[in-house]
Structure formats: structure tokens, C-alpha cells
């Protein structure tokens, strides 16, 4: 029994009995029931968006937690032997391109089991260790690392990818036990020399943070709607996406791999002041967090970038204690991807040293009359001076409120005009400096927040408004904006 | 030469010539000039609209400012010896209505001048005293009480007005040098037993804050949208305006005469801290505001309580001791209205012992989550436990964003929907409160505001947004919730 | 290989060799593909959605013909004997419920094939005979009548629904060749006595005019969207629903079978002319609309009427006869439900003797100042001089353009206010009349219509703005008046 | 008495006697009472704007019959003998400008007045003809030509006024008994070699057609509001207006004289067919209107073109003779000037010969899909087949609906991305043809229109949404596409 997404804290029952809680909207989790008979059973999930307060990453924010099962579920018949997930690593050599392959194997019988691997990259073989053994009531990885010579590599202009399959035999080899396929692409991600490399090319990101968010389906996209965001974004010339401030629906990583979107991925935990990072749950949830979501996600090549603790205490000893834990928990799943989290902390910043990306929360022009060019150039300053000297830099965010539908010729702040004039400027300002790697706009959609008072009262109508479209998708007047500066720079390059 | 108003700095140019600088947007000034001799001049307003360093009333605010002539201007031709102004003052006594009436005369020569001044109010004469002599480059004050029988009172429902016409003569009779007509009314106004009265009989205030502010006109409205304005109010069932937070366009105020609308005025001063009061020119220009606003509209019988200072440090002693004093200079000017200041100082509130009526500015339900009908019950104990026993209170300010065309189930914050809630639910707990003599919405309609950063950012769109009307005037869903409240109210009573 | 809905002509390629051309958006059609080889094939819609010469159905209308694959398709594996369709015919007598059920099975091979049908309705058997023979490349229908005196009706407060499934055994029956499942419901539709009644019981419809439109997906509505629209249609009071001018989307239809929503289901053919109707493919075109409706949402319990060719010429000999022979295709087809078609030909109309069910569509003060009461009572009397005496009446359809966002004071045509005006006074006026057995509002949400001149320029925006919501499905003012008035009706029937 | 405006019917009271009605509300007119005693009178006027039997030219329409006083009314005293009106026509020779003044004076008396009339112009004397002798109960018209060598010519880049005032004196000289102030300015008009000139150089008018209505205000818009869309114009770099479809405000005709922004004046008859041109009051109410118009604003310099019955029946032989009867009825007022009438006929138009310059009012790419450009080539023939060869030609309406706030990708009529596409695609037609005289987008702002079904139900929300702003004057998309090509257009040029 697989969730991919319940919102937030999710007690899930079989037959009235309680399975377990899992906590966090963002990141799926699995029951596996042994023995189950068949007949007509009842599933039953208590899902609660309170903010209670053993939720320490749901809080009041700046977007909305919803409530219920916002993502698909499903149920599956195993085998009390089968595969719990396989992680794909592409590698680049002299000789080409191979990629390493993790198989979980798990064994909830309460004897040892013998099993054979049969693996299948698109139509190569993949050479799996002869026999493996799973102890009673355990797990067991089975790694090997292939060449694929022919592979061609996964790019945003040719994003190939490939079925990499594994069927699990039993011992003699004439019965299915389970089968597992998951879609992999072969890319390098590295950060030499200042720049964001992709396959040893440099990037640019150009694209936006988005939020998953529906005035008719709140964080329950469906698949048709998460096209419709993708094929704007590809309008307007975009090449990346951030998942601000949480790990997706996997459903929309596909769409990214398949067309050649650059993903920055991001655990949950947005704006949170240091007394919030020391609720007792805080570490634990961060850490349950990072796992599922790496685990989860970690064969989509779309994805160059994990990031965690957006605009958190990272300007403090005990917040910079905190990041690096968590960055070497990524560090210890996924060693193929460059780490960053997005500040806003100016020179007051303490943990640039620890990322491998440089990143930057600023918005000249909104919320001070700061030139953008200007201050770019002083938060690489700040960047150099705080250990993020020789990396590569991402302005992660920036913009302005729009509200759809209210233009004025006075221009004010909040007309659909000032919006696109500070965007503009932003663009004008970000898209020559050569020491940027990307710049993403805050936002895509416009999207619902919690409401409440204090300065959330800044989100007119309980809304975020920085949207280059609103919560319906109608395009503002910084659409065009965007387009224009997106789609020239692609077409110079 | 008259200016009714500039915003808010004025450079008056008489052929090239400085005449003199007035400083404030909202109360009139004059130039007197001597012997001007016929034919062509130029008369030149420089004006100013600029957050500049000596301007200590117009700072960044929850209102625009304006740049312009936003009210009419007037070049007069008059003797040397005029009338400058004139003042009424209704008296009730057991026998009845009696009125002082107060002739100032200026004499612009640099001889003594004698005269004759003649006055009429209504049918009946008045009668000054046979000669008056003015010193040369002086000023002199006539004044006479008059009983006036037969006249009937002025009030809400017979808004019963009489022009008061002075004319000046020569010293022997035939030649008139000056007339001037003013419009009043009999009323008296009183605050005994905790209530706030008009002719004796308890009023309770019911209306709305208002701005002057209109998105093609600026503050510069044209008498038809006032007219539109007022019917809007009339149509809501409202009773009073306040005219916050500055003096208002005389015709306005003519306007709330002609309609028995009861008006709070009030100088112009908002939400300033300790610090901005501190200011070297504030104590001058608030003291030349409040001379102007009671000298120009001493009048109008719609008025019914001056006030002074909204939001500002009353909860300091040295803010307390400015309070002090201005109200002191009114009541050496009028002494037949009530004084009031509206406060948001909750229990920290140091002034109510100094003002006749006791007003606080809440938004419960839009700042926090209070329980109006409580917090207005803790409100009149805060006031009396500081120095407000037995005064009348009014709720001078309450609300909520909504914006206009903004309609949503989800009834969130900024919902038209939500603002009719919040408003519906202020209003249901303060009508059946025995000791409110007001309740004054925040407000009529929407308002443009000074664009910045900062706090100012609450305000979307660069407006107040608490409008019950837009600044179209397009009612939001609450205009039938007020309606049905204020109405159903004078239904009953 | 299944469509469920291509808009509108769909030319299907199978490996670069077309299979066929289906006509219209609205029906589902299938190709069998004998003796497929395992391996990659590619399967090609070519979508043409123009106005061409051989579309006699789809042509400029008063909503849009989209383009594209709009519902569902799939690929399936069957054996060369199969089951093509089942149809279940609940029955009621005084023993209680039993039902017949009509398999056809389908012979693609050149041999004569021998097997064996098993039944199953819910946990009861359902009893086929023995053996099925089925000539080479042939179909052929079994039939039986089952009791289930243990049945529990489908009814709107219990929508009862029973899977019925039927497995195909070859000959020895001990391989299963297909299977089949639908899921039906038993009820009854009798229209005696100038009533409609369900299950004996007299039925108000009081439901929405629904077409299948949505900004961002056009007519292919995401089925979570599709259970929004529900929900508001439930929320309103509504029990039942028009599917104007198409059949739906099956997915519609089973919400409907599971809410216990009533709905007029009617073939592809609004507002045509005399002239339309003479277009050489009109009356085959039709004919393959009816058949492929019927045979594909017989087992929809909740659907209770059949209808053809709204607002089409009528009023004609020439325009009687082909409505005639429709009604006798679809009534050789379903005896088990009502027909009708909605008419807005008032005195004029010929085919009310025809139809089972009287049903008009008038726009009392919208087209005209006409009272809806009076007009209600006139057009009664139109029908019954027509030949539809004794026969239950429908307000088909009734409403007013209301543009979201727009409010006036003034209540003109076009605002929100005056379409819950108009919308009330239809309501106020039709629900009292005992001989009216439905109203249907004209519509549920606003659609994007043919973008042309002529008569489409009323439709402003490109756009019929009639909704109660809007294309966002964002409520209008007369959301809350239907609520009001449909749950009322609720409330005291 | 003087009514500038009373929409539309007005029967005027004084001391409760009836002293006369006017019909037709954009036409001033006065009422002369004799002897009026000092003291207070009543003046009474009951307005009727009814769709009433004796009003052929008030009837359903695309715009809006307010009901009131709409314009100014004022009240003179006066002698028995005055000046009724004064009218100023400019004159150019080689040697200059010279005018001709034709003062009406009127004598109430029942006797007969002799009288001295003195005239000025700017600095310049007006030597009328010594005495003037005025018969009892008559008018007398005195005239004379005056050479103003030394006057500087009216246009548009440098629009000189100059007062010209009439007093009367007594027969001695020393009692002036009367005055009058009019504002004129020297220029000529001419339509040779196919070209409409001003003092001689070719023009092209490049402007709006506009309506008198505001939401709040009706008809009735106050002078600031005048301004406010006269900065509008002049920002999108119009040089001209057409006062569509009746004589404007004054005061706005002023306003053209002091910007230099060019008239086409017209008399109040729109679309009216045949029938209702043979309604037995059409023929006087149009000569009152004509009469009324060319006689109150024979001064404005601004007005070049009068015109008539906007898109009536003018391709019928008994419309023909109306437009026949009506322009000679102008032309026997006033020759200065050509005339013209909009015809929307295109090769039926029978009245082109008539006029001095040819208008067609045209949609393409509203009402059909023409193209601009070939439909205006093709106008052009119509014209010079139908005896318009040689004239100046005026595209005199064209445009598309678009409703504010309705932005959609689509681009769909009425969105305002297509109603810019349109207007874009018009003006990049018609700038370049050199037969053209002029441009007029229909329209400046929305308009109300009359509420009624049929063809009014195209103007969505009972509004003419062809505004490049709406009715609060906010700008749509097309704004700044005209200001761009019309400004192009002026630098160009």
C-alpha cells in the first residue's frame, strides 16, 4: 500500500486498525500488510492540516497546507520477497557512459530467501550478481555498476531516456516474484570552476519557483493541469524549475525528465526562525524529509540540484549546525548532484561554505528600492567573503505582487505593470552577469497562504501574488515580460 | 485672494513676486493684496507635493497625498476695510434659541476706520452696535448675542438652515463697503451622562470614515461625485462621517448640513509616533491646522466634534502633553462642540481624561482574532479605568480589506465575502451597546496610499482596500450588510 | 483499441495503415485489430475539428468544438470471440425487481465458435443458456430476463448500484475468453398520468443544462474536476442534470449512477435550421450518434430520459419526419426510458405527440419581458393543442447572461444581480405548477462558444455567459438564489 | 432662463406655470420671462426621458437617454432689449484674416428700441454701424465684416483664441444694457482636391468617436471629467473627436477650441430606419436640433465638419430627400464649414453627392472578416461610384468589442487582445492610404446603452464595450496600440 502524498499528518487503518502515521504532505510512504485475505477490506486515512504541535515543518506559512490524500495511492499484491526500490547513477568516463544500479531486496518472511536479479536498461542487459540472499525480515542491496556505451545522454534539448527494468526470480528461475521499472537518463551534474555544469556544459537556469496549487484542487493537481503548468513554463522559454518549498509530485518530475527541464528539488521547511528549527520534531521530520524524498526521487534526471532549509536560521551557529547535518545526510544517499539552499541573510549568512551552489532570496525593487544589478553584484560580494567564493550562483528568488486584473496607468506597486516593470528589471540585470548560473523567479502561479494575521497580512486576499500567472493560470502582464527576455537569451546562446 | 486648499505645499506668486508659502493640503489660506491695479496678472501657484524635510503632517501614510489645487480658488476685490470673517454660536436657553455672533473687521489701511455693520439671519435683523472703529492694519471683533425665538433647530432629520448675512457700511450708511453670508443652524451639542447629545436627545453616531480620494480626480473631487458620495451614505442609512483623517472640502461639509449628517472633523495628524511628533515644525503646523479648520468651518452645525491626532503617541507623556495643549487652543476657540482623538492604545492609553469623548480605533476579527462584542466591553473598561468614566464612546474605526471583485467560497481574508463577515460581526455587537454613541466603519470607500515598503505593503495594490465601496464606488457585498444594519437600527429606534 | 471521444473526426492509423474515420466529438467507437504481433506499434489519430463539408453536426454553435483526443482511449487484448456489449433493462412487477440482460458476443475469426456464458448481478447468478454459438465473424445477442426479488432500487436519496458481470468460457469452460463488468442499478421511469415518476414515484427535475467546458482543458475535463462540478451542483440542491448538447463523458455518468442524479442524456444536433437538417450526412450522422449513445450508456440507471435534436426545426413537416424516425430508432433500441427534445417553437411546434415528455425552452426575461408564470401556463396550452396533453411538461431551459465580476447597482442586463433576478422569478414562478415535472436552468457554467458574427455577437466574450458559475466555476450572485430556492423545494417536498 | 441640456423631454415651470417644453436633450434652449418681481420664484422642470410617442429622436439605442438636467442651467437678468446671440465667421483673403459678425438683437418690449452696439475683438475694435433701430416684440440682426490683419490664425498645433465681446448701450451711449462674450478663432476649412484643409493644409483627422456617459454621472459629466478624457485623447496623440451622435456639452467644445483638437459635430439621429425616419415629429425635432446646434456652437473654432443622421436610410429615395432638406437647412446657417453624415450602406448609399465629405462607418474584423485594407479600397469605390469622386473620405467608425479585465491567450473577440488586434490591423490599413482624411475609432469610452432584447443583447451587460477605455476611463489593452500609431503617425508627419 503505497501513498504518494497525504496532507499532512496521515493515520492510515486497515480494517480499523491503525498501520501507522506518517507526517509530512510532500513525501510518499508505504505499509506493507502481510498475509492479507482476500475479500473486501477497508482502507480508512484520518488526515489532519491542524497545525498541531507535533507538526514542526507544517506551520503557518506563506503557502497552503490542504488537507487530504493530495496525491495518488495505490494498492499492490507482493510476494513476501520483492524489490522495495532501485536507484540508477549515471557515470561519465573517457570510455563513456555506465551507471551504477542499486536494488533494495526485501524479505518480510520470516525465512532466509534465495532469489535471482534480471535487469534491463533500455534494451541492454544488466548483469546482476548470479544468486542473492535476503535474510528473515530484512533487506539486502544488490549494487553493480554497468557500461552503457551506447547510451545516449539525457540533455534539455534531447532529453533520451531510458526503461531500466528488474524482475526478481525465485530461486530456480521460472517464476516472477516481482518486477520493478523505473525511468532513468544519463547526465553529469558538476560545479567546476564557478559554473553549473550539465553533462561538462554550463547552464543557466531560467525558469521559476512553483508552487503546487489549485483554487479548484488546492495541492491535488491533476495530471492534465501539472501539463498545462509545464507547457507555459516552456513558453515562456524556460529551462528549470524549483520545487519551492518541498518535494513534488513525481507525476510532474516526469513531465520535467521528458521535456527537458532542469529541476532544483527541495526538502520542507520554509522561513523558519531558529526558534522554530529547535522544535523537538524538527530534526526528525527534516530527516524523514530528506530521506523519502532522495529515495523517492533520485532517478529523475531532471533533478541537478537537492536543496534544503529555504531562508532558515542558517545566520546562526546552531541553524549552520543544522544544515550541515542535513547536508551530509543528501551527501550520504546521493553523491551525484551539487548541494544548495536558498538565503536571504545578506552578509549575515553562515553556511555558504557548505554548499556547492550559492543561492540567493532577494527581490530589489519590491521590497526596497535597491538597484537589482547593483545588488547582485554586492551578494556575490557577500557570497565571496562567506566561504561561497569559486561557486557557482543562483539568484533563487525574486519578483513582485501582481494582482490579476488590476492594471493602472499610476503604475503602483501591485498593478499588473509594476510587476512586469520590476521582473524586467530584475531580468535586464541578472541575464549578462557571467558569474550567475540561474535566476528563478518567484513565482509561477499565484497561490493560496494560511491565513492569519501579523505579515501575512502582506498576501492580500490570503494569497501570494507573485505569480506571472494566477491561481487560474491567466497570464499577467509580466508573461510576455518573461517571454521575451527567456526566449532571446535562449535564441543568443 | 482664497485658496481652499493645496496639497500640500503652496508658493503663491503674485506677478513673479512671493506673496507667501502655506504648508497643509487640507484648511484654506488668503492673501490680502493691497491697491492692485487693473489689467492682466499672473498669479502662480508652486506646489509642492514632496515628503520634504519641513513638511511634518504630510509624511508617507495610510492616504495619498495629492500634488495640486485640489480645492476651488477665489480672487475677490475688497475694500480696505472688510469683513474677515464671522463666526456663529447657537444657544439654547429655557427661553429659548439665542445665537453669539462674532465679526472680525480688518482694516488693510493705515488709517482708523469707522463703519456701520448691519446683520440679518434669516428675517430677523441683527443688531450690532451703532459704530465700529478698526485701528489702522488691524483687526476688529464684533461680537453680540442675539435671541432668535422663532427659529427653528437644526438636526438630522430637519437639517433646518438660515443664512447670516453681515453687510458693512460706511460711517454714514450709503455706501456698502462689505457683505459676507454665512449658512447656520441651531443645535446645541452636549456629552452629559455618558451619552453624546444633540438638542438633548441621545444620538447614536452611525457611519463611516471617509477620504477624499477618487482615481481620476485624486482629492480634488468634483462637487456631482460628492453629491454621489453622499447619496451612497444617505442610501446605507448612515448618519455622520468622520472626516478622517484631515479637514474636508467646505462643500462637503455644506452638503452634510443640507442632509442632517452629523460630522466628526478632525485636524490632520495620523498615526505618529513619539518621534514624528517630536518633529521641529510639528507643534506649528498642527496648531495652524487646527486654527484654520475651527476658523473656516466654525459654521457648519453638521459638525458636532472637532478632533485632533489620530493614532498617534497618547500613550506617552510627552505625546500626552502636545494632546494637552492643542486641545487646549480649540476650546479657546469653540467651546460649544465635544473634543475627541481616536485611540488604538488599548489599556496603555494616557489621554482619555483630557477629550470629552472617549474613541478607539479596533479591527477585531481583521488584526487578531478578538471577539468583537468582548473586546468592546474590555475597550470601555479600559477606558475607564483611564481617566474616560462617564464619557460616551465610539468606535471610530473598525473593518476589513475586501477586495473589490475578489469573491471566493473559501470566505478568506480579502474576500469580499469576508469583509461583509467581519463587518456584519462588528456591527451585530456594537449596536446593542448602551454606552456607544458611534460606530464609524473604516470605511467609505477604498483609498490610494503612499507607495513604499515596510508596513505599507498590507496595503495591496498601494490602497486601504477597506473600503465599503471601491474607489469606483462599486459597492462590495458589505454595502447590503451595512444597509440592513443601519437601517434596521433606525427602524427601531 | 477504444475512443471514448475524439473532437470531432478522428482518422485512427494503426502502423501507418488507417483503421477508420469516426464522426462526432461525442460518441465512442472502436477498431478490432485481428492478429496483432507482439512488439512496438504506433497508433495515430489524425484530429480535425473544422467546420468541413461532411460535418453536418458539429458546425458554428453556441459552444465550441474543441480539438484533440477529449476522452479517454484505450487498448485492450481479446481473444477473436469476445464479448462486444452487455446491456441490463431493470424490470419491475408485482413480484418485484428483475431485469433483463442482453450480451452480444462477437465472432472476428472464420470458424463457427462454441461457449459458455457465465453471469453474475451483485453476489446473485445469472443464469445464460448453456452454450453460445456464434457464426464466423458474426455477432450475436444473448438474452435472458433474471429475477432478483432481493434487488434494492437505484433511487436519487439511494443510488443503489450492482456490478453485472459476465465471463466468457471457451467451450469446456474452463479458459475464460473475456469478461465484462457494468454496473447498474434497477429503477423504473414512467411518464403516467402527466407525470414523470421514477420507481412510481412522481420526479421534480430541478438541475442544470451542463456542457462539458473548462478553460484550461477544454472539453477534456479531468475527472477531479468533474466531481467538483458535481459537488456544486449537489451543493445547489440540484437532482439532476441536462447533458446539453452531447452525450458525456461516461466518467459524468457513473458520478451521476453514484449521487443519485437524474439526467436527460440527448444526441449531437442544437438549434438546426430546416436546412441544416437537409445536409446529405445529417440523418446518418444522427442515426450513428443515437445508436452509439444508447448502446454505450444504456446501463446508466440514472439517466431517465432520451433526447434528440434541441431547438431544431421542428415546426416543420419535413423537420417531423426525421424527428419521428429518430424517436422510433432510439425507442427500437430502449423501450425502458422516456423521450423527448426540447422546443422553442411555442404555438408553432409539431413533434409534441411524438415525444413522451413536453419539454420547452423559453427565456422569460431575457429574450423578452414576458412573465414566466404567465408564459409557463401559456406554453402549457401551446402543448397541449399540440398533442402533448396528459403528457409531463420540462422547462428545458431558462436563464440569463450574468458576467462575472460585473455588479451595478443599476441591475441592467448582463449584471450578476439581474441573472439571480431573472433566474429567481423563473424559479419563483415554475416551482409551484403542479404539471411541471422539471427545470433545468440554462446553464451550469458558462462555455466557450464558436467565434463568428452574426447571432454569436450576443454572445459576448466569445462566450455563454448564462452560468450560475463561470468557466472557473467560480459562483455568480445567482448561485446563492438557486441554492435557496432548489434546496427550499427540498426541504418541503 | 437658459437650459443647456435636459434629457430628454423637459417641461419648464415657473411659479407653478407651464412656459414651455423642449424636446431633445442635447440642445440648450431658453425661456424669456418678462417683469419678474424681485423675490423668491419657483422654477420647476419635469423631466420625462420615456421612449414616449412624441419623441422620435429620443428612441432605444446604443447609448444611453439619461433622465435630468444634464448640463448647466442658468438664470440672467436682463433688459427688455439684449443681444440673443452673437456668431463669428472667420474669413481668409490675401490680404489676410478678416470675420463677419452677425449680432441678434432682441427686443421684448412692445415698443420700438433704438440702441448703440460696441464690439470688440481681442484688442481690436468692432465698428458696428452707429445706431440700431429694434421693432417692438422682434430680433434684429446687425452684421459686419472687419478685416484683423494683425490675428493670429486657430490650429491645432497652435490654437489662438481671442474674445469677442458685443456690448449694447442705451441710445446715448452711457447705460450699457447688455453684453456678450464669445471666444472665437481664425480659421478656414476647405475640402478641395479630394482633402479636408485647415487654412489651407491638408489634415488628417486621427481621433475618436465619443460618448457623454460615466457611471457615476450619467450624462452629466463634470468638468474635471471632461479634462480628464480630453489628457486621455491628447495622450494617445489624437487630434480629433467626433461628438457621436448628438451636439456635445459646451463646455467640452471648449475645451477642443483651447487643445486644438478637432470636431466633427453632429445632430442627434442614429440608425434609424426608413420607418423611423417617417415618424410625423422626425422631421421638425431634426431641423430643431440643427438649428439649435449650429446656432449655440457656430463659434468653436474646433468644429470643422457638421454632420447628420449617423447610419440611417439614406440608400431609400425618401431618406435621400431628408438628408437633402437637411443639409441645406445647415448650409443656409452656416457655409464655413462642409458637411458630411457616416454611412454604413457601402454600394446602396445613395447620399454621398450630397455631402462635402464621404464617412463610412465599417467593422472589419468585428462584423465580418474583411480585411481593412481591401474593404477600405473598396469603400472608396462605392463612394466614387455613387457621386462621392473627388471628396475627402473619413473612415468615420471602426473597432471591436472588448471587455476590460477579459484577457485570454485565446484572443478571442471580446477579449482585449483581440479588440487591439483589430484596431492594430485597422490603423496599419488606413494610415498609409492617401485618399483618407480621417480615422475615427469607434469608440473613446464604453457606453451604457438602452436595455432591450434583440440586436441590443450584442452589447454584453448592456454597455457598447468598444471603448479604448472603459466607462471609469481605465485603459484596455488597444490604448497603447493607438497611442502608438497615432503618435507614430504625428512624428512622422
Redesign the interface.
Known amino acids: 500500500m503505497v501513498f504518494k502524498g497525504v496532507s499532512h499528518t496521515a493515520d492510515v487503518y486497515w480494517d480499523g486498525c491503525l498501520l501507522g502515521r506518517h507526517y509530512n504532505a510532500y513525501t510518499p510512504f508505504t505499509f506493507v500488510l502481510p498475509e492479507v485475505e482476500a475479500g473486501e477490506h477497508e482502507i480508512a486515512v484520518l488526515v489532519d492540516n491542524s497545525f498541531h504541535e507535533e507538526s514542526a515543518l507544517h506551520i503557518p506559512n506563506d503557502y497552503y497546507s490542504y488537507g487530504g490524500i493530495i496525491r495518488p495511492a495505490a494498492v499492490e499484491e507482493i510476494a513476501d520477497l520483492f524489490i522495495e526500490r532501485m536507484a540508477f547513477t549515471p557515470l561519465y568516463t573517457e570510455v563513456g557512459w555506465s551507471g551504477r544500479i542499486d536494488v533494495v531486496l526485501r524479505n518480510t518472511s520470516e525465512e532466509r530467501r534465495n532469489a535471482r536479479l534480471h535487469g534491463k536498461l533500455g534494451e541492454w542487459d544488466v548483469p546482476f550478481a548470479e544468486g542473492v540472499i535476503v535474510p528473515p525480515d530484512a533487506t539486502r542491496k544488490v549494487s553493480v555498476t554497468v557500461p552503457f556505451p551506447q547510451a545516449a545522454a539525457w540533455s534539455a534539448s534531447e532529453p533520451q531516456l531510458y526503461p531500466l527494468e528488474a524482475q526478481l526470480f525465485n530461486d530456480d528461475g521460472n517464476r516472477v516474484l516481482d518486477d520493478l521499472i523505473e525511468r532513468v537518463g544519463f547526465r553529469t551534474v558538476s560545479t567546476e570552476g564557478g559554473q553549473l555544469k550539465v553533462n561538462g556544459e554550463p547552464v543557466v537556469l531560467k525558469g521559476f519557483n512553483r508552487h503546487e496549487d489549485h483554487?479548484?484542487?488546492g495541492a491535488?493537481i491533476?495530471?492534465?493541469?501539472m501539463v498545462?503548468d509545464m507547457e507555459l513554463m516552456l513558453d515562456m522559454g524556460a529551462n528549470a524549475v524549483r520545487t519551492s518549498h518541498y518535494p513534488n509530485d513525481e507525476r510532474f518530475l516526469d513531465l520535467c525528465d521528458e521535456r527537458g527541464i532542469f529541476v532544483w528539488e527541495e526538502n520542507h521547511a520554509r522561513g523558519f526562525s531558529l526558534k522554530d528549527m529547535q522544535h523537538p520534531l524538527f530534526e526528525r521530520q527534516c530527516e524523514d524529509c530528506n530521506r523519502e524524498m532522495v529515495e523517492a526521487h533520485i532517478n529523475h534526471p531532471s533533478i541537478i540540484i537537492w536543496a534544503i532549509l529555504n531562508e532558515c536560521a542558517s545566520d546562526t551557529m546552531e541553524g549552520r549546525e543544522m544544515y550541515r547535518k542535513q547536508f551530509d545526510q543528501i551527501r550520504s544517499m546521493d553523491t551525484s548532484r551539487p548541494l544548495s539552499f536558498a538565503s536571504h541573510h545578506r552578509e549575515r549568512e553562515l553556511c555558504f561554505d557548505l554548499a556547492d551552489i550559492v543561492s540567493v532570496n532577494l527581490y530589489p525593487l519590491?521590497?526596497?528600492?535597491e538597484d537589482p544589478y547593483e545588488l547582485c553584484l554586492q551578494a556575490r560580494k557577500w557570497a565571496d567573503d562567506a566561504g561561497g567564493k569559486d561557486k557557482p550562483m543562483i539568484m533563487s528568488e525574486f519578483g513582485a505582487?501582481g494582482?490579476y486584473?488590476?492594471?493602472?496607468?499610476?503604475r503602483?506597486?501591485?498593478?499588473e505593470e509594476r510587476q512586469a516593470d520590476i521582473i524586467q528589471a530584475n531580468l535586464e540585470a541578472y541575464l549578462p552577469l557571467p558569474f550567475l548560473s540561474g535566476m528563478l523567479i518567484w513565482q509561477f502561479c499565484d497561490c493560496?497562504v494560511t491565513?492569519a494575521?501579523g505579515w501575512l497580512?502582506?498576501r492580500?486576499?490570503?494569497?501570494n501574488?507573485k505569480g506571472v500567472v494566477d491561481r487560474?493560470?491567466?497570464?499577467k502582464l509580466a508573461y510576455s515580460v518573461v517571454k521575451d527576455y527567456f526566449s532571446r537569451r535562449n535564441a543568443d546562446s
Open positions: 483554487p479548484l484542487c491535488a491533476p495530471y492534465p493541469l498545462h519590491w521590497y526596497g528600492e505582487d494582482f486584473g488590476y492594471r493602472d496607468p499610476s503602483v506597486k501591485g498593478t493560496r491565513e494575521d497580512l502582506t492580500a486576499g490570503t494569497q501574488s487560474y493560470r491567466r497570464p
